[in-house]
């Protein structure tokens, strides 16, 4: 019975990366789970631990549990991402850990906003052929004009660390928050955004 359910499930991976297939060896993925976001997140590390997976909104606290499960996790050598967005802190913070651990990424769902400051920080990166990376500048509403500009000089920061074409830069820090800039994938290869 066991063998047949785990032929049936041959090949079926989860969205995100995680296979069903672990609870029938007996695997189960360690998760992390926002408690108090407005926008929920969960940070999973699938039973074969090569990869930690990204669900959901970059809100408070999701850098640190990104952390956490690459440190339970020290195999683990892709950060998997799906997600419409979040805080500009949040997604720097996850940025650099990132780039100082020497972290890939991979974008496996819609990659939106604060999400493209966190892809930003793999040392490689690639999407999935259907997914779609999207830009702008963050929502800056009731924010006094130091913190608005310290937060734009962080974004800025974080994409030329990423060596993000100049251009490109200018075109994300020009895009205004009620809008949403998606390049063309070839685009994105040009401008290293994309490097595999």
């Keep these: 019975m066991l063998a047949a359910a785990t032929a049936a499930l041959a090949g079926d991976l989860h969205p995100f990366g995680v296979d069903p297939r672990a609870a029938l060896r007996g695997g189960r993925p360690v998760t992390f789970h926002a408690e108090t976001a407005a926008e929920p997140y969960e940070v999973q590390v699938p039973w074969h631990g090569r990869a930690v997976v990204f669900?959901?909104?970059f809100q408070r606290g999701a850098s640190d549990a990104v952390r956490r499960a690459f440190d339970a996790n020290p195999h683990?050598?892709?950060?998997?991402?799906a997600s419409g967005g979040g805080w500009v802190g949040e997604a720097v913070r996850a940025s650099q850990f990132l780039r100082e651990r020497?972290?890939?990424?991979?974008?496996?769902?819609?990659c939106f906003s604060a999400c493209s400051i966190v892809f930003a920080g793999g040392v490689k990166r690639r999407a999935r052929p259907d997914v779609q990376i999207g830009f702008h500048t963050a929502n800056y509403n009731g924010m006094d004009p130091a913190t608005v500009e310290r937060l734009q000089t962080r974004m800025r920061e974080a994409y030329e660390a990423a060596g993000f074409d100049n251009a490109l830069v200018d075109e994300i820090m020009r895009t205004p928050f009620e809008r949403m800039w998606i390049p063309e994938r070839d685009e994105l290869r040009a401008a290293r955004v994309l490097t595999d």
């Design 55 to 57: 669900h959901g909104s």
């Design 76 to 81: 683990a050598r892709v950060l998997q991402l």
């Design 102 to 110: 020497g972290i890939e990424t991979e974008a496996v769902g819609t």
